[in-house]
């Protein structure tokens, strides 16, 4: 009898070894993460920072914090997908495809399955515009994502999605004011007669939630993975140490939650914060000014304090999509011959200078009643502009979440619309994307003639219209079905 149970187990062990094949099998389908952050500061740090006016001196003289690029490797169904968040201000259509291919050519990711972003410091190296330093600092800034990219694929382990939020109180709001004299001012960039008058309120409420996701990975020595954004333009360290490089709030953020939890790494990205700021220099009510360390704290405390009440993601299934979609140009004030002749002679002086702060440019804003220098210079750019242009869009879900890739600085307002209307459980909005397209300001902006109205390449509606066109897209990737065509607008 013992004989017969010896052999009876013995087939069982060899039958449950070869149904496993000698072990557990993974499921393809199941879903993997993995981390880097590759530190990325120039070799020679004296150069042209993104925050700085080229007329005057916007060189740097040091380091304040290290700048990196962190990569987190998503992969699912035998693909991986290589989603960055960069240390810079943006990613210019002019160089990210040499950057994208670099990652490609170092990990084997197609170039469709690289989404970048950037942080939008305002205390980095600029790759958009043809500066001093630009160059050297491209070359290692592609071979520090590279480097990410493969670090993080070899860092895929088995991982868990959960998301989850928090409201945050005088850390952000948006940057346009009323004066006590009726006047409104936009941060030094809209019209400032009544400055002396005295701040009243803000013209309407910014977006304070902070969004989290967390990857949590059980296998020894693998920490979890944070992803965590807010609204609100990193610009505070270009406000207290305007020659130093710095990662700004997103690096002080991501550095205190690291060292308090321990077991976590952060990648940090920046929401719908076309119109929002952490700082003020008109009121006081927020209370961190120029505070790195105060801003970094307060927030990774928000963030710490949310993670016990996060919500786990139903399924694992990535889907992505991209498209070009076309959007109508922005034509204000070319129509109008004399006002083009105006703005003509203001942008004149300001090439003659060198810059848009000195005497003759000033007076002249004044005496043509422009709002700023960006009204004259918007309506001389916009005179031989196209009647469309288009703009990359990039969407994407794992499971019930899904994830918002917008080339464009949103409006706080459109990126609320998208939460509150988004067919997903909970949908993560990065913005500042790959071929970054500067703004795309509310319907209230241009109502009330904000600076960025005057820049923008897009005409009125185009942030809504693209809200719209964002939560389409991601209802047909939670059915399953194809994406219609995208309709112009009228």
Not at 35 to 42: A, D, I, K, S
Not at 194 to 205: C, D, F, Q, V
Not at 344 to 363: F, I, L, M, P, T
Not at 408 to 428: L, N, Q, V
Request: proline share 4%; glycine share 10%.
């Amino acid at each position: 009898m013992k004989k017969l149970l010896c052999i009876l187990l013995s087939l069982v062990t060899v039958l449950g070894l070869c149904a496993c094949g000698g072990g557990a099998k993974e499921d393809p389908n199941a879903l993997k993460a993995g981390f880097w952050r590759e530190v990325c500061l120039p070799d020679d740090p004296i150069v042209y920072i993104a925050g700085g006016d080229p007329a005057s001196d916007p060189s740097t003289d040091g380091v304040l914090d290290e700048l990196a690029v962190t990569c987190v490797a998503l992969q699912q169904g035998g693909k991986t997908y290589l989603i960055y968040t960069c240390d810079i201000v943006d990613i210019d259509g002019k160089f990210y495809h040499t950057t994208e291919t670099a990652i490609t050519n170092a990990t084997g990711i197609p170039i469709e399955q690289i989404i970048l972003n950037a942080t939008h410091t305002h205390s980095a190296p600029t790759l958009k515009n043809d500066l001093p330093g630009k160059d050297a600092y491209l070359v290692k800034f592609n071979d520090a994502c590279a480097i990410a990219g493969q670090k993080a694929i070899e860092d895929l382990s088995p991982a868990t999605l959960s998301y989850g939020s928090v409201m945050t109180e005088k850390m952000v709001g948006v940057r346009h004011y009323w004066m006590n004299d009726g006047s409104d001012y936009g941060n030094g960039h809209g019209t400032s007669e009544g400055l002396a008058s005295g701040y009243k309120e803000h013209m309407y409420e910014a977006d304070p939630e902070c969004q989290i996701l967390r990857l949590t990975r059980a296998a020894e020595g693998k920490k979890d993975i944070l992803m965590v954004n807010l609204a609100a333009h990193s610009t505070m360290a270009s406000g207290t140490n305007t020659s130093s490089l710095s990662a700004d709030i997103g690096g002080y953020t991501r550095n205190y939650i690291e060292s308090e939890m321990g077991d976590v790494q952060v990648a940090y990205f920046i929401a719908a914060a076309g119109d929002s700021t952490p700082s003020s220099k008109i009121t006081g009510e927020f209370p961190y000014g120029r505070d790195l360390n105060g801003f970094g704290e307060a927030l990774g405390n928000y963030v710490i304090s949310a993670l016990d009440s996060m919500t786990d993601a139903q399924g694992t299934e990535i889907k992505l999509h991209i498209e070009d979609y076309t959007a109508k140009r922005n034509k204000i004030g070319v129509d109008d011959p004399e006002r083009l002749a105006q703005a003509r002679e203001v942008v004149a002086a300001k090439n003659k200078h060198g810059n848009y702060s000195n005497d003759e440019v000033k007076g002249l804003v004044k005496q043509y009643g422009f709002a700023s220098y960006y009204e004259a210079s918007g309506i001389v750019g916009r005179v031989n502009a196209p009647a469309t242009s288009t703009l990359p869009v990039t969407a994407m879900t794992i499971g019930d979440v899904g994830f918002v890739f917008a080339s464009y600085e949103m409006f706080s307002e459109h990126g609320r619309k998208i939460k509150d209307e988004s067919p997903m459980a909970f949908t993560f909005i990065i913005t500042c994307s790959e071929d970054d397209k500067a703004y795309v300001p509310s319907d209230t902006a241009f109502e009330y003639k904000f600076y960025e109205t005057f820049v923008t390449p897009y005409a009125q509606g185009t942030g809504a219209a693209l809200a719209e066109r964002y939560c389409q897209i991601l209802g047909c990737l939670k059915d399953g079905t194809e994406v219609p065509a995208q309709v112009m607008p009228e």
